[in-house]
């Protein structure tokens, strides 16, 4: 008996690796707890809720707080993916659905502590920064950001600023107000992470209007002001940004990260409709009018399967499989694997 389920997992196994990636074979239990730190500027909200733990509104004084999550991961989670309840679903379930389980506010001090504990006990001394973008509330930035530390299988400390984003497509134009008011706590935070964190690699990774908030911050930033070491990879994911404003803050920032990638998409709708909204390119477009300028790799990721709105392809399987050659192994466009020049600096993936 023994003999014959061995020669089935080594078929299964077989027959695994001819039609797919491999397996994975995991030791019992339904998930994993995943922990994540935040920054945010939004209104704390009442209550003991872990959904409204932080409102869609703006801190009346501006002021930054700080806190740690646990988000749990289930063992069915596909690489990739945001598990959360479907329209015939009425509760989360923590064996299928990616889950906020716990928020935890603490003082700027104990943050940093707690960050530099947990950076430690990386063999790189790694941190990531994750900066969400427009319609994403406090709650859905925690669980984006703990699905990415997992899929990556990130070492160092996985943290995510959280900016007053209302959390509906209906409040774009709020959130781009929002979105300017943001910018001097965002540039405060960054400049006092790199001092604070005791991160020797501090990567950012900023998503559709996240990234807009992100360039302003670095345009106001010099690698002095930043101490004597920049940030390492810098990811703008679907840039909302005017395609001509880009090029012009490109080359401000260019040298505030060892590497910055940007990647784009002409099948990104939430894009398409920015670009309706403004009348102009969007740095996150590809197509005849993608943007490419010295110094910045761009990724066309126009080919990516995704959602809908195809606006979330950045933490998607193809894509996160570039970001951990990125992250990780610090390589160039042209040693990462399914790259290929399409009018070089420019590549599709």
């Known amino acids: ?50 959904k409204h733990m932080y409102t869609a509104a703006r801190d009346q004084l501006g002021t930054v707080s700080y806190g740690t999550c646990i988000v749990t991961i289930p063992r069915s989670h596909v690489l990739g ?26 003082s700027n001090q104990n943050f940093y502590n707690l960050v530099r504990a947990r950076i430690s006990e990386s063999d790189r001394r790694d941190a990531f920064i994750f900066i969400h973008g427009f319609d994403t509330t406090f709650h859905d930035a925690a669980r984006r950001t703990a699905q990415i530390a997992y899929d990556l299988k990130f070492e160092g400390a996985a943290i995510f600023y959280s900016w007053p984003s209302r959390g509906k497509t209906s409040q774009y134009l ?3 107000t929002n979105a300017d008011w943001t910018i001097p706590h965002l540039i405060a935070f960054l400049t006092e992470f790199r001092a604070k964190s005791g991160a020797s690699r501090v990567h950012i990774i900023a998503h559709s209007m996240g990234a807009r908030v992100l360039t302003r911050a670095l345009r106001e930033l010099s690698p002095g002001a930043l101490g004597s070491t920049t940030f390492n990879q810098i990811i703008l994911a679907a840039p909302d940004i005017d395609a001509d404003t880009f090029n012009g803050l490109a080359h401000a920032i260019r040298h505030t990260g060892e590497r910055i990638t940007l990647y784009a998409s002409s099948n990104d709708r939430a894009i398409k409709m920015s670009k309706s909204i403004h009348g102009y390119a969007r740095a996150g477009e590809s197509g005849k009018g993608v ?28 894509v996160l499989s570039d970001l ?18 399409n009018g070089w600096p420019a590549l599709c993936v």
Do not use: W
């Open 324 to 341: 951990f050659l990125l992250i990780k192994y610090d390589l160039p466009p042209s040693a990462r694997f399914a790259l290929f020049p």
């Open 174 to 176: 709020v959130d781009e």
């Open 81 to 106: 993916s945001l598990e959360e309840p479907g329209i015939f679903e009425f509760s989360e379930d923590a064996t299928k659905h990616v889950i906020l389980q716990k928020v935890e506010t603490t």
């Open 291 to 318: 943007v490419v300028v010295p110094e910045i790799d761009t990724i066309d990721a126009s080919s990516v399967d995704t959602d809908f709105f195809a606006h979330s392809y950045f933490a998607g399987r193809t």
């Open 1 to 50: 008996m023994r003999l014959s389920m061995l020669l089935l997992c080594i078929v299964v196994l077989a027959q695994a690796q001819k039609i797919g990636p491999p397996i994975a074979i995991l030791p019992p239990g339904t998930t994993t707890a995943v922990r994540v730190y935040y920054a945010t500027d939004r209104n704390a909200g009442v209550g003991v809720d872990t």
